[in-house]
């Protein structure tokens, strides 16, 4: 059974940096193909897809909204995807969830869809303000 966990969340002033963490259990970042994905619900706004990583297509995305801003890596040893997020802004603000499939489905090369996605946490908060 997969399972999702979200840490790393917090308060950070604008400008500042947090690195978001998500440990999975059930499947592992080394040795299967699977789909990880960073999504994010800000207050009063559809659930957006932010950051994911395919490792069947060797696909790496990032939205506009973030793009050279925050960074997606994984810590085999530690079955562990990590949310690196620098220079953090006010609408950045929101509930971060990690998602995975194990597919090659979810992640692309322009988008990342959170209807394909079968295993979600729980979500982590990001407040940024000052």
């Known amino acids: 059974q997969v399972q999702l966990v979200e840490s790393g969340g917090g308060l950070v002033q604008p400008g500042g940096s947090l690195r978001l963490s998500c440990a999975a259990s059930?499947?592992?970042?080394?040795?299967?193909?699977?789909?990880i994905g960073w999504f994010r619900r800000a207050p009063g706004k559809e659930r957006e897809g932010i950051s994911c990583?395919?490792?069947?297509?060797?696909?790496?995305y990032y939205a506009d909204s973030v793009k050279g801003r925050f960074t997606i890596s994984r810590d085999n040893a530690n079955n562990t995807v990590y949310l690196r997020m620098n220079s953090l802004k006010p609408e950045d603000t929101g509930v971060y969830y990690c998602a995975s499939t194990d597919s090659g489905y979810g992640c692309y090369e322009h988008t990342s869809r959170s209807e394909e996605y079968g295993n979600w946490g729980q979500g982590t908060q990001v407040t940024v303000s000052s």
């Open positions: 059930g499947f592992s970042l080394e040795l299967d193909y699977y789909a």
């Open positions: 990583s395919n490792t069947m297509s060797k696909i790496t």
